[in-house]
Nanobody
Framework: QVQLVESGGGLVQAGGSLRLSCAASGGTFSRYAMGWFRQTPGKEREFVGAISRSGSTGYADSVKGRFTISRDNAKNTVYLQMNSLKPEDAAVYYC???????????????WGQGTHVTVSS
């Protein structure tokens, strides 16, 4: 059983940056693809991006070029660096894990509790 804990959310001005972290425990972190998702009230959870266990990444078009996912297997942690933030990026951000060699957009098995990101205009 994998436990995931996100941190780093908060309030930032539009155009600013924020880095989210997701610490994993209870499994072999290096075997997992890690995904980031976000959700706003009344909307479905949205794929943001993911990183494979080998470090390959994929992103949603809405964040491509602004967000970067990285991982530190020694620290069992995945990061989401968010730059040039826009008000529409405000959401609860979740990390997720799936034991696979790919970086899928769906089908994750483990989820964190989420961290709030607010972007002021």
């Amino acid at each position: 059983q994998v436990q995931l804990v996100e941190s780093g959310g908060g309030l930032v001005q539009a155009g600013g940056s924020l880095r989210l972290s997701c610490a994993a425990s209870g499994g072999t972190f290096s075997r997992y693809a890690m995904g980031w998702f976000r959700q706003t009230p009344g909307k479905e959870r949205e794929f943001v991006g993911a990183i494979s266990r080998s470090g390959s990444t994929g992103y949603a078009d809405s964040v491509k070029g602004r967000f970067t996912i990285s991982r530190d297997n020694a620290k069992n942690t995945v990061y989401l660096q968010m730059n040039s933030l826009k008000p529409e990026d405000a959401a609860v951000y979740y990390c997720a894990a799936k034991e696979t060699m790919f970086f899928p957009k769906t089908g994750y098995d483990y989820w964190g509790q989420g961290t709030h990101v607010t972007v002021s205009s």
